[in-house]
T-cell receptor, first 112, second 117 residues
Framework: EDQVTQSPEALRLQEGESSSLNCSYTVSGLRGLFWYRQDPGKGPEFLFTLYSAGEEKEKERLKATLTKKESFLHITAPKPEDSATYLC?????????????FGKGTKLTVNP | DTGVSQNPRHKITKRGQNVTFRCDPI?????LYWYRQTLGQGPEFLTY????????KSRLLSDRFSAERPKGSFSTLEIQRTEQGDSAMYLC???????????????FGPGTRLTVT
């Protein structure tokens, strides 16, 4: 069964303190690895799609990378407005399923 | 705003009652997904439609749950005889897929929070 595991569960940073979030996956026939941001009480907001190992994508202070077993979301010089839960999800090809399999998320808090 | 919309945003109901949620996807999107999210967990897939056809259902979708997308536009999710374990955020997402098997980026709505008392 496809599985996505995120670590750490929670991360507290000072403003400007760079760090990385980890997403380990076992998804059969991975077609895409997705990152979302979710604010409290709201739906997930799409950030990135990564398709193959070695791929990188950037948006403002965020950079997502992908290997054959993991994805990382690097946050450079974070600001308090980056505080949110970051979700990772995989889309595989087993059985023709189109569903996204999500991890539990990493709750990021950035203190001023 | 041309994003995914969901109504109602909040619903409180008593155990045993039926509830229905509505989702309006991004207008040109042909796929519509339903997910459920409980506190501290990531969203869990329930079902999805391509146009009006329901193509996949999760084992989580018991016979008390039914979803429709009658004209390939908006969708409804009904829960019959609600139980306290149904309390969760119900999320709708939509995407545009041109070719089967290609990656689709799913865009989520704000969710409907259901509380069963």
């Amino acid at each position: 069964e496809d599985q996505v595991t995120q670590s750490p569960e929670a991360l507290r940073l000072q403003e400007g303190e760079s760090s990385s979030l980890n997403c380990s996956y076992t998804v059969s026939g991975l077609r895409g690895l997705f990152w979302y941001r979710q604010d409290p009480g709201k739906g997930p907001e799409f950030l990135f799609t990564l398709y193959s190992a070695g791929e990188e994508k950037e948006k403002e202070r965020l950079k997502a990378t992908l290997t054959k077993k993991e994805s990382f979301l690097h946050i450079t010089a974070p600001k308090p407005e980056d505080s949110a839960t970051y979700l990772c999800a995989g889309q595989g090809s087993q059985g023709g399923s189109e569903k996204l399999v999500f991890g539990k998320g990493t709750k990021l808090t950035v203190n001023p | 705003d041309t994003g995914v919309s969901q109504n109602p945003r909040h619903k409180i109901t008593k155990r045993g009652q039926n509830v229905t949620f509505r989702c309006d996807p991004i207008s040109e999107h042909n796929r519509l997904y339903w997910y459920r999210q409980t506190l501290g967990q990531g969203p869990e897939f329930l079902t999805y439609f391509q146009n009006e056809a329901q193509l996949e259902k999760s084992r989580l979708l018991s016979d008390r749950f039914s979803a429709e997308r009658p004209k390939g536009s908006f969708s409804t999710l009904e829960i019959q005889r609600t139980e306290q374990g149904d309390s969760a955020m119900y999320l709708c997402a939509s995407s545009l897929v041109v070719l089967t098997g290609r990656i689709d980026e799913q865009y989520f709505g704000p969710g409907t929070r259901l509380t069963v008392t």
